[in-house]
């Protein structure tokens, strides 16, 4: 089993919105800075955003600053992203990430567990 489990992917209309969730089963996410990256088909994976382990968020990708929200409920161990205003180009395979030993990052390299991605679609 991966250490982290994205769920909430789907297939959506060009602004409409989707929740995306990370959770880990056998681990407390809370020390964790957590951060979400993407890959589109033929395309490098970037970071979408991160947060720390005490609520602060950064978005790394210039289009989805004001659409992409990133959040943490520490009770539930998930982490969350939610995504309004979706546009074709937010189409990609979705993934969460533990950064381990630093905090957040824009770095692949600076997390050290994943999930296996979650695909999300935006077509009309």
């Known amino acids: 089993q991966l250490p982290l489990v994205e769920s909430g992917g789907g297939g959506v209309q060009p602004g409409g919105s989707l929740r995306l969730s990370c959770a880990a089963p056998?681990?407390?996410?809370?020390?964790?800075?957590i951060g979400w990256f993407r890959q589109a088909p033929g395309k490098e994976r970037e970071a979408v955003s991160c947060?720390?382990?005490?609520?602060?968020?950064?978005y790394f990708a210039d289009s989805v600053q004001g659409r992409f929200i990133i959040s943490r409920d520490s009770a539930k161990n998930v982490v969350y992203l939610d995504m309004n205003t979706l546009k074709p180009e937010d189409t990609a395979v979705y993934y969460c990430?533990?950064?381990?030993?630093?905090?957040?990052?824009?770095?692949?390299?600076?997390?050290?567990?994943w999930g296996q991605g979650t695909q999300v679609t935006v077509s009309s």
């Open positions: 947060i720390t382990n005490a609520g602060t968020a950064s």
């Open positions: 990430a533990r950064a381990y030993p630093g905090g957040c990052s824009s770095r692949r390299a600076d997390f050290d567990s």
């Open positions: 056998g681990f407390t996410l809370q020390p964790y800075a």
